[in-house]
């Protein structure tokens, strides 16, 4: 049984950085990929990025250009450094361990329980 545990939230002023960690045990394959996924009040749940076994990286178009996915294969955690935070990626982040296949990434059944991000002046 996978568990995935998300850390690294808080509270920060627009414009502003944080780093959010994902830390994957248990039954992992090599050929996992893992995504960021984000779901605010009122919205629908929102796949923020992900990044492939091999490290390439896709993200949504309300991100790019602030977010940044990294992974560290030997330790199974992969993490989420956001910059220029804005009133809107207010939301709670989830990672999830999943797969890469056909140019699109299918989300696995191991998803953390979330950590809060709050972007607010």
């Known amino acids: 049984q996978v568990q995935v545990v998300e850390s690294g939230g808080g509270l920060v002023q627009p414009g502003g950085s944080l780093r959010l960690s994902c830390a994957a045990s248990?039954?992992?394959?090599?050929?996992?990929?893992m995504g960021w996924y984000r779901q605010a009040p009122g919205k629908q749940h929102e796949l923020v990025g992900f990044?492939?076994?091999?490290?390439?990286?896709n993200y949504g178009d309300s991100v790019k250009g602030r977010f940044t996915i990294s992974r560290d294969n030997a330790e199974n955690t992969v993490y989420l450094q956001m910059n220029s935070l804005k009133p809107e990626d207010t939301a709670v982040y989830y990672c999830?361990?999943?797969?890469?296949?056909?140019?699109?990434?299918?989300?696995?059944?191991?998803w953390g329980q979330g950590t809060q991000v709050t972007v607010s002046s």
């Open positions: 999830n361990l999943g797969t890469y296949y056909r140019g699109r990434y299918h989300s696995g059944g191991a």
């Open positions: 990044i492939t076994s091999g490290g390439a990286t």
């Open positions: 248990g039954r992992i394959f090599s050929d996992n990929a």
